[in-house]
């Protein structure tokens, strides 16, 4: 029982907008007015519910074996144990712990991890069950799996549901993500796709019909979060084009298009490229069947990783550093190198600009989520940052002045002058993704939401305010008090449990005796040994 | 007579490998592991016998061991991991957290 | 009698997953599909062990006397060392790594002495890789160098690489040609279409000299004089390599334990990376005891490290040749040894040892083991994968799930090692 009282409320799912209302907490949710309990008076200070980040790199293989590669990187940054915290280290690829201490401490208390290969789903999980204090989910890779591309060669649409969903059911994961579709299969001979038309060799698939495919399966299934895809041909100067072929391709379906800045490059490949968000945001702005998150670019040292197999070794051929490649059998992939972004250089200027164009362009708050694509634009810390950025339109030019100034003024940031309001800044960071996600309990402050609430002292540097929470509650328990951890408690798992044909299992064994080297049986997560605290999200309705 | 040094090689055999489970006490995981395999060549050339008892040497420790010829090259000895072995390796593993376990030298003497 | 099918062995980095067990009388009688380690492996744990639950000083004692003696002598502890880990569950590293942590000790488990070089060179260089399942697939060539999977890993070559049959590989061996780089002949040689035979300690300059040939580079043949391969055989290889479709590099100890540990390494993953610019070619380390890889992996989620850890500082610190086991016990280092499924007073050196012998050490183990003799305190426990729940990862980093097969009157690693926290905790208090 706890009574948050005087604050200046932002909850935007429920249309309050800077009232001063007082918050009641019972048993880890809100309730309607309660006159007893324990209270903390939080009159000055901003009130919103918890954060919730729809799209980071934070668990599984892919980021484990990148904390492995880059010891110096955690050299930069250590935390000593404190009687509530265990130890750790990192700055763009911080260790379990970590992880968790540093989102709740910036007032986030939900974050997903976007780019899971199910056969190593379990991995995933044991690292979550290392992850302290936020409630997690995380997104299965589908997008070159080698069994979900036949189906659809054969026009298998009701057996590539089914497959769907029993791969949902085994990874116990939470949404369907697509990752340049078609090409990290190919990336397994050394080669890619360029075109949405691109037929991929041996599958008889093109990315536009994976894309299509699993836009209406996600669909079908009712799952509560649409098809998430990582377009093709990122990071390309021209692949505007395809992310615009992609949005059409969905045609009136609902898909979100994750880190679309870094999928909104005019130019021709091997060149400079240039802004092209003009174009792209008035076809999101447009189209009410699309979401995006941003993937905001922001200067400094951090690491690349990515399911896009193809991608990771353009890097390692741009930068010259360090560099991981690894192929799964018979899914997918993914690459890594660590990479600096400079204020001094025309393409990363270039990149920051464009991420920031794509805020300050799309009309509607709900549909664009920030995130950093953490690491890959830059550390999840660096969000107290943008939104200062978003928010204080003297800070952001001040910010201009330093970058590269040809390339800055090629695109339109110098000329937009919207400033995000308190409001706004809690849709994108907590009440839009929410919703994007289908988190019903998530992302609010009204009667039977998780009592997940994250309580600002106003300061007019908007980053300093940001980043310290003055109190973060987590359904209900206080964890965080002026940015330190008092207490470190074990969140929730999200997943989904989409019906399916099981018969399509017999199909699904023939696949992995022919292809797979471990055990049909031994494949799907076992729930009760993986998801101790689990939250099982329904499809439909 | 001539030098009796060899270069070693210590890595894995099947009889260690089962011995592990079997019971590290049981002649076969004794056995595996207190062998010394080398060339017949070497071991003609150094005077010893096919299941000869042998004293090895390194700067490092000593230890008894039972020969046995193999297909080798020439100048290089085998011996499964085990405690036998380990007293002839150093601890020193030039910052790197790994001692030299293979290609260093021994000196065997011949025991009655 | 009952069967347990798709049980999954844990004694190397194959973790095969496909063992059908048969239980009769409380003892496991036969492993089908393992191969002779695996099968020694399941009968060896598979059957009760005629031990005390806790033994200090040599004196049979309570679970709850060998926790409480177990963690006062940790608290105690100027420069504890927990160590070994390999053959247990992430379940129980996970407890060891959080013991660690509290403890402020030192961490270090199996890979410092097996493939830590192989860690090194990711740091420095990067990794190309893959999963098992690709090698399967797709590999038209395979290279082992300083490898012997035929006896560290049986079922590797019919499981994973030689002669298994994948979706671009249809043909099996037919499809591929198999290189071994060894120094000496092994049960494995057979395999092979090509072996080359260095002479020990030369494995640095062949791979380099490969990679100046897979780059296009003139290597005189007189730079090799002396490393027991000539010009032409490394020509034929780097030509081989860079004409593949899908190689792999199979890298054993050969590599990492010989001279030059991770320069040879480095060399290895430095081929390995640039003959990617012809064609697509990946290297795994055939990681060799029980859940090494899985250690390694709950290290670096939990500390950022893999192996080498010291959290004396209240933070983890990664330094291999400071951090890591031989070296600190050669130096007479530890005050305390926590000893967790390994054995290292029989697998480490002479002054390791001799260290160990001078130190208190407390050891968890499923058998009777030289180290457990010698230690002060020793816990018997249940087997990872026999008697008790846990994952375990594979050589390529896939998890998989072990289900008990077997019940056991012995606690489990995880739970000895998570009351000794829970004790230690209260201590501190």
């Known amino acids: 029982m706890t009574r948050i009282l005087h604050g200046e409320v932002y909850d935007p799912i429920n249309g309050i907008n800077g009232e001063l209302r007082d918050i009641f907490i019972r048993d880890g949710r809100i309730v309607a007015e309660d006159p007893d309990g324990p209270t903390i008076d ?68 939900t974050a997903f991890d976007a780019a899971v290969p199910p056969l190593a789903a379990r991995h995933a999980h044991e690292e979550f069950n290392d992850t302290p204090e936020i409630d997690k989910g995380f997104f299965a890779l589908m997008g070159n799996n080698e069994f979900a591309m036949q189906r659809i060669a054969a026009g298998e649409h009701e057996r590539l549901r089914d497959f769907a969903g029993w791969l949902l059911q085994a990874t116990k994961g939470y949404a369907i993500k697509l990752v340049n579709p078609g090409g990290v299969e190919l990336w397994k001979f050394h080669n890619n796709v360029h075109t949405l038309d691109d037929e991929v060799t041996g599958f008889g698939v093109t990315p536009r019909q994976i894309i299509r495919s699993m836009a209406d399966v996600a669909l079908e299934l009712k799952l509560p979060h649409p098809v998430h895809i990582h377009c093709n041909n990122l990071g390309i100067a021209g692949n505007w084009e395809t992310t615009l072929e992609t949005m059409k391709t969905l045609e009136d379906r609902r898909g979100h298009i994750t880190h679309i800045q870094f999928h909104s490059y005019g130019g021709t490949p091997g060149g400079l490229f240039h802004s092209k968000v003009v174009e792209m945001a008035e076809y999101v702005n447009t189209h009410p069947n699309l979401s995006v998150d941003v993937g905001q670019v922001m200067f400094g040292d951090t ?17 010259g550093r360090k560099w991981v490649n690894v192929d799964v059998e018979t899914e997918e992939g993914c690459g890594i190198v660590p990479i600096e972004y400079k204020d001094k250089s025309y393409i990363h ?39 200062r950025l978003l928010m204080d339109r003297e800070f952001r030019r001040e910010c201009m002045r330093t970058v590269h100034q040809k390339a800055l003024v090629k695109t339109t940031l110098p000329d937009l002058d919207r400033e995000y309001s308190l409001y706004e800044i809690a849709i994108i960071t907590r009440a839009g993704p929410a919703k994007l996600l289908g988190l019903k309990n998530k992302g609010h402050l009204g009667v039977g939401a998780d009592a997940d609430v994250t309580i600002y002292a106003r300061d007019d540097d908007l980053e300093k305010m940001f980043s310290s929470p003055r109190y973060v509650l987590k359904d209900g328990q206080i964890l965080v008090e002026d940015g330190q951890i008092r207490q470190e408690v074990f969140g929730r798992t999200f997943y989904v449990n989409p019906t399916f044909d099981p018969g399509i299992e017999a199909d699904i064994r023939k696949h992995f005796e022919n292809y797979y080297t471990v055990c049909f049986e031994n494949y799907p997560v076992q729930l009760e040994h993986y998801l101790p605290n689990p939250a099982a999200v329904s499809c439909g309705t | 007579m001539p030098e009796r040094k060899l270069i070693m090689i210590t890595g894995r055999s099947i009889c260690q490998g089962t011995g592990i489970s079997n019971g590290k006490d049981l002649e076969e995981y004794v056995s595996a592991t207190m062998t010394l395999e080398l060339n017949p060549l070497d071991l003609e050339r150094f005077g010893l016998q096919e299941g000869a008892s042998v004293r090895v040497k390194t700067v490092f420790g000593e230890a008894t061991v039972i020969c046995r010829s193999e297909k080798l090259p020439e100048g290089l000895a085998f011996m499964a991991f085990g405690p036998t072995v380990n007293r002839l390796v150093g601890g020193e593993t030039y910052a790197s957290g790994m001692p030299d376990t293979k290609g260093f030298e021994i000196e065997l003497e011949q025991l009655d | 009698m009952y069967q347990v099918e798709n049980a999954i062995c844990a004694f190397c980095g194959c973790v095969c997953d496909d063992i059908i067990v048969t239980v009769e009388d409380d003892r496991i009688t036969q492993a089908r599909n393992a191969c002779l380690i695996g099968k020694a492996w399941f009968l060896g744990h598979g059957q009760p062990q005629d031990l005390p ?25 100027r420069y504890p060392i927990i160590y070994g880990l390999s053959s247990t569950s992430c379940e129980a590293q996970r407890q060891a790594v959080a013991l660690a942590d509290m403890l402020r000790a030192n961490i270090d488990c199996c890979t410092s002495v097996c493939h830590g070089p192989s860690g090194m060179a990711l740091q420095g260089i990067g990794e190309p890789t893959c999963t098992l399942g690709e090698v399967k697939n797709r590999a038209d060539l395979i290279v082992y160098w300083g490898s012997n999977p035929a006896e560290s890993h049986p079922r590797h070559m019919t499981r994973y690489a030689v002669t298994a049959k994948g979706m671009f590989i249809p043909n099996g061996r037919k499809g591929r040609t198999i290189v071994l780089v060894d120094v000496r002949p092994t049960p494995s040689s057979r395999a092979a279409d090509i072996l080359i035979t260095p002479r020990p300690g030369k494995d640095f300059e062949l791979l380099w000299a490969l990679r100046g040939l897979v780059m296009g580079q003139k290597i005189e043949a007189s730079a090799l004089e002396g490393s027991g391969v000539s010009l032409e055989q490394l020509s034929d290889l780097a030509g081989r390599m860079k004409a593949c479709r899908f190689g792999v590099l199979f890298i054993g100890q050969g590599l990492t334990q010989t001279r030059g540990k991770h320069m040879n390494t480095a060399a290895a993953f430095l081929l390995v990376r640039d003959i990617n610019r012809f064609t697509k070619f990946a290297l795994i380390p055939m990681r060799g005891h029980g859940n090494v890889t899985g250690v390694d992996s709950v290290m670096a989620w939990q500390t950022g490290y893999p192996f080498g850890i010291n959290f004396g500082l209240g933070y983890p610190r990664f330094n291999p040749g400071e951090f890591t086991m031989v ?34 050490i407390i050891a968890l183990d499923t058998h009777e083991s030289e180290t457990s003799r010698m230690a002060y305190i020793s816990f018997t426990t249940a087997t990872a994968g026999i008697n008790v729940d846990g994952t375990v990862y594979r050589m390529d980093n896939i998890p998989l799930h072990m289900r008990k097969i077997l019940p056991s009157t012995f606690p489990s690693d995880q739970e000895v090692l998570s009351r000794i926290l829970t004790r230690v905790q209260e201590f501190k208090q």
């Open chain 1, 42 to 109: 939080v009159s000055g200070m901003v009130v919103m519910p918890g954060g919730v980040d729809m799209h980071a790199h934070i668990a599984g293989p892919k980021v484990n074996i990148a904390r492995k590669m880059r010891p110096e990187d955690h050299r930069r940054q250590v935390y000593p144990r404190t009687p509530f915290t265990r130890s750790g280290v990192g700055s763009s690829v911080p260790s379990t712990f970590t992880t968790g201490y540093r989102y709740a401490a910036m007032g986030y208390t």
């Open chain 1, 303 to 319: 690491t690349s990783m990515t399911g896009d197999g193809p991608l990771g070794y353009l890097l390692y051929q741009i930068t």
């Open chain 1, 349 to 387: 200027t270039t990149q920051w600009a464009i991420g920031l164009e794509w805020f300050l362009m799309v009309q509607d708050p709900w549909r664009i989520a920030l995130t950093t694509d953490h690491p890959n634009g830059a550390s999840f810390m660096a969000y107290p940052r943008i939104i």
């Open chain 3, 53 to 77: 639950v806790v033994r200090i000083g040599g004196q049979a004692a309570s679970l709850e006397d060998g926790i409480d003696e177990a963690a006062r002598l940790l608290v105690q502890a």
């Open chain 3, 327 to 360: 070296d600190m016990l050669s130096r007479g280092e530890a005050d305390v040894a926590l000893v967790v499924a390994s054995d290292p007073v029989a697998s480490l050196p002479g002054v390791a040892r001799k260290r160990l012998e001078e130190i208190p």
